[in-house]
């Protein structure tokens, strides 16, 4: 049998040649469908959270701290009613205490 030009160069190739071809074997075999969608939620990412209502981590810190301000207001102002509701308690009977005489 005759060698063929093909077959001496393979023959020649050496191992990190081969695994240098590795990725390009690998990205050949991929179906062309998962890396056309791996390009299109990497350009779109912004624009389908917004659409979709997605929450980042983002957003859930800023409405972790905006719900820690709004239960930090909440608190101040029942304890502020508690005082209103005193000083209109003495008020009212201030006021008995006038009609009465």
């Known amino acids: ?23 390009q074997a690998i990205d050949r075999t991929l179906p062309s469908m998962d890396k056309r969608l791996g390009e299109y939620l990497d350009a779109n990412i912004t624009s ?11 957003t859930l810190e800023d409405l972790e701290h905006r719900l820690d301000a709004v239960s930090t207001d909440i608190s101040g102002l029942e304890k502020e009613k508690v ?9 009212e009977q201030a006021l008995r205490e006038v009609e009465e005489r």
């Open 1 to 23: 049998m005759y060698e063929t030009e093909g077959s001496r160069t393979r023959q020649k190739s050496s191992f990190t040649e081969s695994l240098a071809s590795v990725p």
């Open 48 to 58: 389908l959270i917004s659409e979709w209502g997605l929450v980042t981590r983002f």
């Open 83 to 91: 005082a209103l509701k005193n000083r209109a308690s003495a008020l």
